[in-house]
């Protein structure tokens, strides 16, 4: 009922969404006179303008009271977190690891469970070097399509191969793409696990990002609290093939920029605890 529910409301959000798009096509329509093929056009690409605008103000803001769901953390310190979706991968992951030894900075890597059950060594990597590991799904589905067993499947799997790698069990869970509902909100605090999302995006997944454009982006937007999200495998529609080798030559100058900028680039937990407590120790970054 509830994946009929989440459906159903998708669908409903969405039929609004175009026809708002197609009558305000036809506002602009009685101003400017339009061909039937431009009336089309224009109709399309205000729909897909609003159901955008939609979508990011659900992935960055969200409806409603929505206490269990961290974007950021309300706070003037300049600290910020970095995050990597969709690993771990066999030559992307060990080059970002590299990079965050070298300048000794902690992060937390979501990680999807086949790529766990592929890769164990580099998961163990992840853990032995202090960074965080959280859940991203077993088969980076798309959570609101998802029927109820193959939902609760997806999380626990994800969470039993990171405690057989790691003996720990994972705290965060990030759902693939930002998507979520209300299924995933309760299997999450049923498990234990709080919802991370993100406040600032590199977009290094879009092809016409460069090195340079997302260090700029990165470098420009961020403010203090901010969790920023990067991926270290993934692509556009399937859980890995994308080349991740944009972020890997960003990330240096991301962190030297964040740096000079008089931020500190803290883990996770480290974040979330500042709220509560500006004095953390730096034994509390290294396992959580």
Same mark, same amino acid.
């Given at each position: ?13 969405? @039929? ?15 101003? #400017?006179? *339009? ?13 897909? =303008?609003?159901?955008?605008? =939609? &979508? ?5 803001? /969200?409806?409603?009271?929505? $206490?269990?769901? !961290? ?38 890597f979501f990680v999807v469970g086949s790529h766990v059950e592929k890769y164990p060594e580099i998961v163990e990597r992840i853990y032995r ?19 109820? =067993? ?27 793409? /930002? %998507? ?9 605090? *049923? %498990?234990? %696990? ?13 092809? @016409? ?13 961020? @403010?203090? /609290?901010?969790?920023?999200? &990067?991926?270290?495998? $993934?692509? *556009?529609?399937?859980?890995? $093939? ?7 030559? =960003? *990330?240096?100058? !991301? ?9 500190? #680039? ?11 407590s500006d004095e953390v120790s730096d034994e509390e970054d290294l396992h959580y």
């Amino acid at each position: 009922m509830l994946l009929i529910r989440s459906v159903l409301i998708v669908v409903i959000i969405g @039929t609004i969404l175009v026809g708002t798009g197609v009558l305000l096509s036809n506002v602009v329509g009685r101003v #400017i006179p *339009l061909t039937p093929l431009m009336q089309v056009v224009l109709s399309f690409v205000i729909s897909l =303008a609003l159901i955008s605008g =939609a &979508f990011f103000y659900y992935v960055y803001h /969200g409806f409603g009271y929505q $206490g269990d769901i !961290i974007r950021r953390v309300d706070t003037q310190k300049r600290i910020v977190t970095l995050t990597f979706d969709d690993g771990p991968h066999p030559v992307y992951t060990p080059q970002i690891l590299d990079i965050l030894a070298e300048y000794q900075v902690t992060a937390t890597f979501f990680v999807v469970g086949s790529h766990v059950e592929k890769y164990p060594e580099i998961v163990e990597r992840i853990y032995r070097e202090g960074h965080e590991i959280g859940n991203h799904t077993y088969n980076h589905i798309n959570v609101p399509t998802a029927n109820a =067993a193959q939902l609760s499947s997806e999380i626990f799997q994800t969470s039993i191969k990171i405690m057989e790698l790691t003996g720990e069990y994972p705290l965060y869970v990030r759902p693939p793409r /930002g %998507m979520y509902d209300s299924r995933f909100r309760r299997l999450s605090e *049923l %498990m234990g %696990m709080r919802i991370i999302l993100w406040s600032l995006s590199s977009q290094d997944w879009l092809e @016409t990002m460069t090195p340079e454009k997302i260090e700029n982006r990165v470098l420009q937007r961020v @403010t203090p /609290g901010d969790i920023i999200l &990067f991926h270290d495998s $993934g692509s *556009l529609v399937k859980s890995e $093939g994308a080349s991740r080798l944009r972020t890997v030559q =960003a *990330l240096p100058g !991301i962190i030297e920029g964040l740096k000079e900028q008089d931020y500190q #680039i803290v883990s996770l937990t480290r974040l979330l605890r500042y709220p509560l407590s500006d004095e953390v120790s730096d034994e509390e970054d290294l396992h959580y």
